[in-house]
């Protein structure tokens, strides 16, 4: 019996995308792009993203195209999906391995180079057009990023050390895009024992009484996260 | 300015591997598994699965070779992750999307074929060393279907058309691989309005009382899941 493996022809590339959401408490959440100067799509906003390199993991990959298009270093995102439908390249078939992440905008300072002639923050409301299929993967990373902060407290390293609540309130409202029903959100994020009252009032602004300020408990956070956080919500 | 694309040397091929649990009331929660007939890793037991042909989708891929190496036809399988680690696979790079799903195995007859001289049904808890890093694709597989039962009711399909509750509970427990509080449990199940309680007794087994039958509401799942079980869950 032959028991080497048959000869595979095989015409399909590999590649990464990054889709990076910025939030701003005031202009609510982007997405990281960056105009193409290469053909396809030369001159058009897409996502940072390219070839991975042989030698390179997909992790890698996606932190050195960030780095080379953007200018900026993340190393923590999450695996999205993987998007491999035959004709989603013009070129040749490529299925790109999507990542995706949640940072501070403020904390980046953007710099294109490489394949890219520009890098800026889009709210995702008004994202321009975008190359390929990459109005798909970012409705994609947007649904599973609001999936993801109902089953589990995430984005609290968003807000300042000490923040009101009205702080996370709008993080979460902003990444839903809806309102919340305020009451009941307050009372289920206090049950998790995550955020902790401060002995402390925030500033007052204008007519507006001072609100108290809360913390986050981070220690508690990284526990809760290892032995995950869902196993008590239907069980 | 040069605009085309610089060409890339990349040698990497793509694969999809398929983790189909199966349930059975009396025997749990198995894998399907398939004998491989080909180096590497000839006679050793592994995922259905196998390199992309140019012109199928990913979820094409997976389907066919679940039919071509066990003989099964299962065409809802989800997205699990892609799995990309440079030397996952010692003849050249390969990475592999893997996508899983769980059915009834009973359901099922298996046939192999082509690269495969055996499938066979493992109980999760007695898998024999497998090939590659499937060992560790299947864990993940675990901990996503275990992550998945908390926050969605899912598996319902795989029970009687009428059944008992503690057939639901059972299910359950060999999900999760350990005991749930049953109170609990009920309560969280039937507040879903899921579950719809009939006005009928399931036929006395020996000396126990005859427990009352239920049935899901298919209906009502499908029209909860367009619109997300999770959002009512913290917010």
Do not use: C
């Amino acid at each position: 019996m032959n028991k080497t493996t048959p000869a595979i022809k095989q015409d399909i590339k590999v590649s990464v995308d990054a889709i990076v959401f910025g939030y701003n408490q005031e202009n609510g959440i982007s997405v990281l792009l960056i105009k193409r100067k290469i053909d396809p799509f030369a001159d058009q906003w897409a996502l940072p993203g390219g070839f991975v390199h042989n030698e390179e993991s997909l992790e890698e990959a996606v932190a050195r195209e960030l780095k080379e298009e953007a200018g900026v270093s993340i190393n923590y995102l999450e695996q999205l999906f993987t998007f491999g439908k035959p004709d989603r390249d013009p070129r040749t078939r490529i299925i790109s391995v999507a990542y995706f992440g949640l940072v501070k905008s403020a904390d980046f300072s953007l710099f294109a180079s490489t394949d890219a002639s520009e890098a800026a923050w889009f709210n995702i409301y008004e994202l321009p057009p975008l190359a390929f299929d990459h109005q798909e993967i970012v409705g994609k990373a947007i649904a599973r990023l609001r999936a993801k902060i109902t089953y589990e407290p995430i984005g609290f390293e968003l807000l300042d050390a000490r923040f009101v609540f009205s702080d996370l309130e709008q993080l979460y409202m902003k990444l839903l895009g809806h309102n919340i029903d305020r009451r009941n959100f307050k009372r289920k994020v206090m049950s998790l024992g995550l955020v902790i009252e401060l002995d402390e009032k925030a500033p007052s602004i204008g007519a507006g009484r001072p609100g108290n300020l809360y913390s986050f408990d981070y220690e508690k956070y990284k526990q809760l996260k290892v032995n995950g956080f869902d196993l008590n919500k239907l069980l």
